[in-house]
């Protein structure tokens, strides 16, 4: 009988608005610890909402070290090539000229756009009287980069990315919005599955906290415009909820065959064990009141991991904090778990550290791979008054410590696009292993 092949984790990197590196952000979420605030990258004194969750004190050049290459990165990229280093630091396994085409690069790339100060450099020479006049705007001092619009194209982070680490092997961007690091997990999964790599590296990166981001989710209504209690904005599954927080960051895996890692005695985390992925096409902005497309994602998982509701005792939800998406998630968790949904933890770690779009599913990817490591369940924050809507397990208070056999993790992303990736402890591989005669 041939078996299937199994993906470990061994490595993770974050940049995120509680740290600046996975440790520091585990231990900020397992405090509950927030990191919204007041907006410092920009005055937003003139919008409704003035909070985000920004990435704090990063310096890209301390934190990667060749100033070549930051030359053609954006802030998102920054953040994306920080936190993959530290996940190949800390798999202790990177690219070498003899393996650099069997490794791949899997990423959710951040929605890309010309910077603000560059809109504002074209809006103050080119339109006095509303007309685009291409010689004013050469003429008058405009100072124009010529790699700019390669550093705002969808795959420059990608790029980026092979380039610095020596990656020749398979290589992907997705933009999926909300849905992004989590259907680049999904797309490593099958990729390592099928035998095309042997290595992957995968994640996602953005940053949407400039005033292009801000106006447009401020004009759906999406943010919340709690500015007097920044650290109490986000309050997934809360009967008073009124809007997400904005955030900022990046989140990245290494993934390798679980037969490499254990020959290497390489430390395993978890194992990615399950992808699911669907297309609500219900609104744009909201997911169906009856969880309808997110049901067909967590099914979908369960069913490619071979697991049964009764397995998973973990789910990091996408619990964004807005009064539609919070509804929807909860249905769709009462419609799979069934009897089970009294007993499986719940919580959404965006109560502490914001919506962070495209990198959000990598980041909590990696939450589930050091709640299966630590056995601890993180809270979800700032949840005084249950919705009745959104009845529950929710994790409230504090952490929780718990064995974790198997955790969960949801992005459901603006579009419509459903994630939802499952991973395993290795003591229970470990256990699958030895039942099908391999050890």
Same mark, same amino acid.
């Given at each position: 009988m041939k078996h299937r092949r199994r993906i470990a984790i061994t490595g993770l990197g974050m940049v995120t608005p509680n740290g600046n590196d996975a440790p520091s952000s585990w231990a900020a979420l397992q405090a509950g610890r927030s990191g919204v605030g007041l907006i410092r990258s920009f005055d937003a004194s003139g919008f409704s909402t003035q909070i985000g969750a920004e990435v704090k004190d990063f310096d890209p050049h301390a934190a990667i070290g060749d100033s070549k290459r930051l030359k053609y990165a954006c802030r998102s990229h920054g953040f994306a090539l920080a936190a993959a280093t530290e996940a190949l630091q800390d798999a202790g396994?990177?690219?070498?000229p003899a393996t650099s085409s069997r490794w791949g690069c899997s990423?959710?790339?951040? !929605?890309m756009a010309m910077p603000f100060h560059e809109l504002q450099a074209v809006h103050a020479v080119s339109a006095p009287d509303g007309e685009f006049n291409p010689d004013a705007l050469w003429s008058q001092g405009y100072s124009a980069d010529p790699v700019a619009f390669c550093r705002n194209?969808?795959?420059a982070g990608i790029a980026l990315l092979a380039q610095h680490?020596?990656?020749?092997g398979y290589a992907t961007a997705v933009h999926t919005a909300c849905a992004s690091g989590g259907q680049a997990l999904g797309t490593a999964l099958k990729l !390592?599955?099928?035998g095309v790599v042997d290595y992957m590296l995968a994640g996602g990166y953005d940053s949407m906290l400039n005033p292009i981001g801000l106006s447009a989710f401020c004009l759906l209504g999406a943010l919340s415009p709690d500015n007097d209690q920044p650290e109490r904005a986000s309050r997934p599954f809360d009967a008073t909820r009124n809007g997400f927080v904005l955030g900022e960051g990046a989140g990245f895996l290494v993934l390798e065959d679980w037969?490499?890692?254990t020959a290497r005695g390489a430390r395993i985390y978890a194992e990615l064990a399950g992808d699911g992925n669907s297309l609500s096409s219900y609104r744009i902005t909201d997911s169906p009141p009856d969880g309808d497309g997110p049901i067909q994602a967590m099914q979908q998982?369960?069913?490619d991991a071979e697991a049964t509701c009764e397995d998973v005792d973990y789910v990091n939800a996408h619990g964004t904090s807005t009064l539609m998406n919070d509804r929807s998630e909860c249905a769709a968790l009462r419609a799979v778990m069934g009897s089970h949904i009294d007993t499986v933890a719940v919580s959404s770690t965006k109560s502490c550290m914001g919506h962070l779009i495209a990198a959000a599913g990598a980041v909590e990817a990696g939450v589930c791979a050091l709640a299966i490591r630590d056995g601890i369940a993180p809270c979800n924050a700032n949840l005084a008054e249950l919705d009745p809507d959104c009845a529950v397990n929710i994790i409230r208070g504090q952490s929780q410590s718990r064995p974790i056999r198997m955790?969960?993790?949801n992005s459901l992303g603006f579009g419509g696009s459903n994630s939802c990736l499952v991973f395993r402890h290795p003591d229970e591989v470990k256990a699958i292993r030895e039942r099908e005669g391999r050890r």
């Open positions: 396994i990177c690219p070498e990423v959710g790339a951040g !929605m194209q969808s795959n680490f020596g990656i020749r !390592m599955r099928r037969e490499a890692a998982a369960l069913r955790a969960m993790s």
